[in-house]
């Protein structure tokens, strides 16, 4: 949506004590945009009451369609969206940490799998090094697997991240 880019611009300008820009009304946006606007708003509906009853109430529902956002990061990472999805909240993260997680990717390989840093042995999605990887994948319950399987890759990250007792973000560069 065509406001959003100005409206993050206007935010990151603010100062801490400045308040933040009004998003767009419904009125200012284009058809398209105002339609995708409008389908977000929750909807009112009355249900009458049931001809069985003798009391005369009546039932309210909210009814709220959700548009489904748009891709964040490069194709070559959001096609592990699914597996990063499934690791992280197997591991009890939330979409927050799906989309840390797919923008860390992002900067440390790109999405691709094969990823070898040249002044490293920093390997595979998540760029691990790979005199940690067999001990990291064998506890995050992927023994043998090889740092450059991203399904390994994605869930040994996960693990690292969220569930592993030193674990945490601070194991990338990138954050």
Request: hydrophobic share 35%; charged share 15%; with cysteine.
């Amino acid at each position: 949506m065509r406001w959003l880019l100005p409206a993050l611009l206007a935010v990151a300008a603010c100062a801490p004590d400045d308040p933040l820009p009004s998003p767009p009304t419904s009125s200012t946006l284009p058809s398209f945009e105002r339609t995708l606007a409008e389908q977000a708003v929750p909807t009112p509906t009355t249900v009458p009451p049931s001809s069985t009853t003798s009391t005369t109430t009546s039932t309210t529902t909210t009814t709220t369609t959700t548009v489904p956002a748009p891709s964040v990061f490069r194709d070559a990472v959001e096609q592990w969206r699914p597996q990063v999805t499934m690791a992280v909240t197997h591991f009890g993260g939330d979409q927050d940490d799906v989309h840390r997680f797919l923008r860390i990717m992002q900067c440390e390989s790109g999405g691709d799998p094969d990823a070898k840093n040249p002044n490293s042995s920093a390997s595979g999605l998540m760029q691990h090094l790979t005199r940690y990887w067999p001990d990291r994948s064998e506890r995050a319950g992927r023994a043998g697997a090889d740092v450059f399987d991203p399904d390994a890759n994605i869930w040994v990250s996960a693990w690292l991240a969220l569930a592993a007792p030193e674990g945490g973000w601070q194991h990338w560069v990138c954050r």
